[in-house]
């Protein structure tokens, strides 16, 4: 861990009022969810296009299904880690503290995190291809496979974006207008290496906002992010926490 930086960047936080944070698979890493691109990421084990794509869900529904399914009891058995229980207390330590996250698992929500901005969707929710309708399922293992629409009786698919479909626009919309607006961008646990969520650092950037980088790997932010912290989530995170607790008490004694 780098005190200095870790100093640094909470005599910055202590002041800040506009913080935005967008996480990655690596937030999870610690609650035991495999990353995707990781030495034992996701993408090394399975076929994005075989599992990930509407072409793979019309052309074989059943095993895109068995797929979620696995992970939704992978999911099921994780719990919050130091990372996001941090981000869940930072949200109100803030007075504008924005969570973006392209995570599909649930945990910051798990961990106290008023509507996060889920980019990605959530994989406890399914969708009805015909009527739009999406509704919360956390039955592990699902009941039915593949689950049918109690309404229309359609096959259900799983409330997340796929490889080669748009986000939606409102909430990518949502997502530039606070990193854009924000003084401090922290990127948690991402390659940054999947369009549009890679280009909300560069938009944060452009405004003017600090950026801080945590991955113990580079990506291809770690150039021109102003902070990298090359470590956990969920250590550095709590560190940096504890520095601004103290900053903020040490200001406080002062101001009496
Ligand atoms: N703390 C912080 N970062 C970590 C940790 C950790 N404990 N462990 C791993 N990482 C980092 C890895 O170094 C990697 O850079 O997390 C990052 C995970 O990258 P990916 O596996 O590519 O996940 P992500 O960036 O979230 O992928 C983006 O791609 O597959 C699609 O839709 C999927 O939302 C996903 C998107």
């Avoid at 999406?134 to 593949?146: A, K, M």
Wanted: aromatic residues 8%; contains cysteine.
């Amino acid at each position: 861990m780098n005190e200095d930086a870790l100093d640094e960047l909470a005599g910055v936080l202590v002041s800040a009022t506009r913080v935005a944070v967008l996480t990655g698979a690596g937030i999870s890493a610690e609650s035991g969810i495999p990353t995707f691109r990781g030495a034992q990421g996701l993408w090394k084990r399975f076929r994005a296009e075989e599992l990930a794509t509407p072409e793979a869900f019309d052309r074989d529904p059943r095993l895109v299904w068995e797929w979620y399914d696995w992970r939704r009891r992978l999911i099921a058995e994780a719990v919050p880690n130091e990372g996001h229980k941090t981000l869940a207390v930072w949200q109100k330590a803030f007075p504008s503290f924005s969570l973006i996250t392209q995570n599909i698992d649930g945990l910051h929500g798990l961990a106290g995190s008023a509507d996060p901005i889920e980019l990605h969707g959530n994989i406890w929710k399914t969708r009805c291809p015909f009527e739009g309708t999406v509704r919360e399922n956390r039955e592990v293992p699902l009941s039915e496979l593949p689950p049918r629409c109690p309404d229309c009786g359609r096959l259900l698919r799983p409330h997340v974006v796929w490889f080669g479909e748009s986000l939606d626009s409102r909430i990518l919309d949502e997502a530039f207008r606070r990193c854009s607006s924000c003084q401090v961008l922290f990127v948690v646990g991402t390659s940054a290496v999947v369009h549009p969520a890679a280009a909300l650092p560069q938009a944060a950037a452009e405004a003017g906002a600090v950026i801080v980088e945590v991955n113990p790997e580079p990506t291809p932010l770690s150039r021109t992010a102003d902070f990298c912290f090359r470590e956990p989530s969920g250590r550095m995170l709590s560190r940096l926490d504890r520095r601004l607790e103290a900053r903020r008490r040490s200001s406080a004694r002062r101001t009496r």
